[in-house]
C-alpha cells in the first residue's frame, strides 16, 4: 500500500457545522511599516529597484560610448548632477545592503556538511565576500589603469 | 514525472542575476557613480574604455550585468508589489510589465553592446 | 524588579462583540513567573472567563503560542522579569496573528491542520518491503539530514511571523513545508514525486519570499525558511533535469 487514504466522513449534504463567528483581522496594506524586520525585508527588496535603476545607468554609458568623446564628457557631467550623485549614493548602500544580505542569506538555501556536521553558516559565506573583493579589485584595475 | 511549475525557472533567473548583481555591481556603481563624480579617482579616458569595449569578451560580460540584474529586478519587484501593496489580483498585468521590461532592457543592452564600434 | 506589571489582553466574546477588546489586569512579578503562570493567575483568581489554550507549561506541546507586545512567543517559555527587568509597565497579550480568533486568546487551527495532511506527512513507499527484512537502517549522518526539521512542535510562531501567510491564505506556510522537508530529506521515504504538485506549486514554496521572520521566531530553531529555500533551490535542479532527463529524479 501506497499512500494511506485519511478521507474525513462523508458529511450530509446540505448540512453546514456551525460555529460562532470568528474574527477574521485584516492585513493592513502597511502591515510592512508595523515592526522593524517587516521594513529590513522590504527595503531588502527595494534594493532591486537601485540595481536596476545601476544597469540603466551603465546602458547609458555604453551608449555614449558607442556615440563619441563628448558624449562620455557629457555622461560625465551628468554623474556629477547633485541629483544624480545623491541617487548614486543612495543606490550604492542599497546595493551594498543587496550583497551583504544576498552572501548571508545564500547558505540557508545550500548547506554544507562536513564529517558528518553541518558547516556554520558565516563560513560558507566567506569564500563569496573573498570572491566579491577578488572580482572589485580586479574589475577596478582594468578600468583605471 | 509530476508535473512542476514553471516558478522554478523565474527563480532561478532571480537568483543567478542576485548573484551578478551582488557581485559585480557595487564596485562599477562606487567607480562610476561616486568615486569618479566626486574627483577621488581618475575618470578612466575615452580611449581605454573604448578599447575595452572592443574585446567580445568584455561586451558578453557586459551584456550578463545587464541583462540578468534585470530579470532579478523583475522577480523580486513582482512579489514586492503582490505583498507589499497588495494588487494580486493584477497578477498578469504586473508580471507582463516586469518580466517585458526586463526582457525590455536586455533587448536594449543585446542592441547597444552587439553594434558598439 | 517591580513588585506588579499589568498585563493588557486582548478580549473577543464571539456572541457579544464584533471586535476584539482590551482589558487590563494587574499581576504580581514573581522572579520564576512566565506570561502563562501570569494568565492562570488571572483566570484562577481575577476573571474566570479569560479563555486561551496552554498544556505542558515547558515548552514542548506548541499550545500557548500568543503575541506578547507584538511578537510570537510561547507564553511558558517568556518571563515577566524580561519585561520588567527592562523598566515596562505593561506587556500586550493578544492572539496569533493572521489566524481567525474563535474566542479572546484561542485561535482557529483547522486550516493550519489541513495545511499539514495534505504535505503527506508520513512514509512513502513504492514498495513496502517485507517484515522479515527487517527494521530500516539509518546512519547517523542520514539522521542528521532531516532531524531539524523533524523538531517542529506545531506551535505556529512561524505562522504568525509570516507576512506571506497574512497577506495569502492559500499559502501552505513555513511548518507545513519544513514537515515536507523532513520527509523529503529521509532516506526511509521515496514519496518527494507525490509530494511535488503541493509544494513546487506558487502557493507552494514559490510563495515565500525568504522573509526569514519563521526561523527567527521558532522556538525550536526548525529553520524552516532553510528548509524552503532549499526545497527551491533542489526544484530547479529538478525541472532542469527534466530537460535533460525527461524521467529523472525528483526534487529531494
Known amino acids: 500500500m501506497s499512500t494511506s487514504t485519511l478521507q474525513p466522513p462523508k458529511k450530509p449534504s446540505g448540512y453546514k457545522p456551525f460555529h460562532p463567528r470568528w474574527y477574521r483581522p485584516r492585513v493592513s496594506v502597511y502591515w510592512w511599516l508595523g515592526e522593524w524586520h517587516y521594513l529590513k525585508f522590504i527595503l531588502r527588496e527595494i534594493s532591486s529597484v537601485f540595481v536596476a535603476w545601476f544597469v540603466v545607468e551603465t546602458l547609458l554609458l555604453v551608449n555614449a560610448l558607442r556615440q563619441g568623446p563628448a558624449a562620455y564628457e557629457h555622461y560625465l557631467k551628468l554623474m556629477q548632477n547633485p541629483l544624480i550623485l545623491v541617487l548614486n549614493v543612495v543606490s550604492l548602500f542599497f546595493v551594498v545592503f543587496h550583497t551583504i544580505t544576498w552572501f548571508n542569506l545564500a547558505p540557508s538555501a545550500m548547506p554544507v556538511r562536513f564529517g558528518g556536521k553541518r558547516v556554520p553558516d558565516f563560513l560558507v559565506a566567506a569564500p563569496s565576500y573573498i570572491a566579491w573583493i577578488v572580482v572589485s579589485v580586479g574589475v577596478a584595475w582594468l578600468l583605471l589603469r | 514525472m509530476a508535473k512542476q511549475s514553471n516558478e522554478a525557472f523565474f527563480w532561478m533567473l532571480f537568483s543567478a542575476g542576485g548573484v551578478v548583481a551582488a557581485m559585480l555591481i557595487p564596485v562599477q556603481l562606487f567607480l562610476f557613480g561616486v568615486a569618479i563624480p566626486l574627483g577621488w579617482v581618475q575618470a578612466p579616458s575615452y580611449e581605454h574604455l573604448v578599447s575595452l569595449l572592443r574585446m567580445p569578451l568584455v561586451r558578453i560580460y557586459l551584456f550578463v550585468f545587464c541583462s540578468l540584474p534585470l530579470f532579478h529586478w523583475a522577480h523580486r519587484f513582482r512579489f514586492t508589489l503582490y505583498d507589499g501593496l497588495q494588487v494580486k489580483h493584477l497578477n498578469e498585468v504586473i508580471f507582463t510589465l516586469c518580466y517585458g521590461g526586463a526582457i525590455a532592457g536586455s533587448a536594449v543592452a543585446g542592441y547597444l553592446l552587439w553594434s558598439a564600434p | 524588579m517591580a513588585e506588579k506589571i499589568t498585563l493588557e489582553i486582548a478580549r473577543y466574546s464571539p456572541e457579544q462583540d ?23 493567575h488571572v483566570k484562577d483568581n481575577v476573571d474566570g472567563t479569560l479563555t486561551y489554550r496552554w498544556s505542558c507549561r515547558m515548552g514542548i506541546c506548541g499550545s500557548c503560542g500568543m503575541m506578547v507586545n507584538g511578537e510570537p512567543k510561547l507564553t511558558c517559555a517568556t518571563f515577566l522579569s524580561h519585561y520588567a527587568n527592562q523598566g515596562a509597565r505593561k506587556i500586550r497579550v493578544e492572539p496569533l496573528r493572521y489566524f481567525p ?23 512513502i513507499h513504492e514498495d513496502e518491503p517485507p517484515l522479515s527484512q527487517g527494521e530500516f537502517l539509518q546512519t547517523p549522518a542520514q539522521v542528521d539530514r532531516y532531524k531539524q526539521y523533524s523538531m517542529c512542535i506545531n506551535c505556529t510562531l512561524c505562522y504568525a511571523a509570516c507576512p506571506v501567510v497574512g497577506l495569502d491564505p492559500v499559502f501552505v506556510g513555513p511548518a507545513a513545508l519544513a514537515l515536507a522537508q523532513r520527509y523529503n530529506l529521509d532516506s526511509r521515504d521515496q514519496g518527494a514525486a507525490e509530494r511535488t504538485a503541493l509544494l513546487a506549486h506558487p502557493e507552494g514554496v514559490w510563495g515565500c519570499t525568504f522573509v526569514g521572520e519563521c526561523t527567527r521566531v521558532c522556538p525550536k530553531h526548525v529553520d524552516p525558511a532553510g528548509a524552503i529555500q532549499q526545497y527551491k533551490l533542489a526544484a530547479v535542479m529538478s525541472w532542469l533535469k527534466s530537460f535533460v532527463m525527461p524521467r529523472g529524479q525528483d526534487a529531494r
Do not use: M
Not at chain 3, 20 to 37: A, N, Q, S
Not at chain 3, 101 to 123: G, I, Q
Open chain 3, 18 to 40: 464584533e471586535q476584539p477588546h482590551y482589558e487590563c489586569f494587574e499581576v504580581p512579578v514573581h522572579k520564576e513567573w512566565v506570561v502563562l503562570d501570569a494568565l492562570n
Open chain 3, 101 to 123: 480568533v474563535v474566542r479572546d486568546l484561542v485561535t482557529e487551527l483547522s486550516d493550519f491542520l489541513n495545511k499539514l495532511k495534505k504535505v503527506k506527512p508520513w512514509l
